[in-house]
């Protein structure tokens, strides 16, 4: 797959991917630059400690669903960051070029789905009475659209890497940009509503009905500053995730000749800075220690099984009683 056209070729060279440095210009290389070496290593480096943190914390405390997010974007990270090190190697190198393109775009969907199944838990925490929408309905709502974005932009990775048309590869641009938009919309939407909430919460707060909308279950929780700090985590990594999947859209959006796309140090900032900030943030606050290991407990399939097993104790008490 090639980015350029062959017009400006040295004689005797068809393919960009057959250049070297001696006898090419960068200009034509996949990306029109020399990827840094210390800066790409560093990234790669804290998302491989991240991917450790989180499996064992993750079997730690068994926040299965929440590690699996957080590894498997943090894998596709890795992957991402190795293919910028080989490019710093020989920048002519198209597969390493599609290694960084194709994981380091779809890479945010797994931590998003991470991070979305973060906010029934916290509805369940503060009290369902609260929020407009069921918990349950938070993680199907948006693990759907993390779905539908990863299918877009994982589709328009394949049709870039499979083809040397540049017309058709700048419809597989424009589908990975489409699944980036739906991304950033998904997440604003997320973010709307879980402002939403948590202004209704401090409206109960300060209308002194706590006793009568906050779940009894998790007082010692929700006054704990483990808590707090990973509500702080939480909000910023959220803020950092739309931060750079908007750079995305827009980086994109001028395709691989643009003035955004040549430039290193807008995507060490907004690319690897921020994505390295919401890694760090939900791995350092982790909800498996932030809940105080009631992570599980605060699921909507453990309230639902709870709820069941009250129900039967009570018909079981009527029974006893009637029988009596």
Known sequence: MSTNTTSSLPPGITDPSQCTLDICPIELATIPYIPTLPGNL??????????IANLVLGIRYKTWSFMAGMASGGALEVLGYVGRVMLNKNPFNGDAFLMYLICATIAP????AAVYLCLSRVVIVYGESLSFLRPRTYTILFITCDFISLVLQAAGGAIVSTTDDRATSDIGLHIMQSGLIFQVVS???FMVLCAVFFVRVRQSHRAGREKLD???DFVELRSSRRFAFFLYAFSVATVAMVARCGYRVAELSEGFNGAI?????EFMVLEGALISICVILMTGAHPGWCFSRRFKEAG???KNLKAGKGEVNEASNLTDNSST
């Open 214 to 216: 906050l779940n009894p």
């Open 187 to 189: 997440l604003v939407v």
């Open 261 to 265: 796309w040549g430039n290193e140090i």
């Open 42 to 51: 560093l990234y790669l480096a804290i998302f491989v400690i991240a991917i």
């Open 300 to 302: 909507y399939a453990m």
């Open 109 to 112: 969907v797994f931590l998003t």
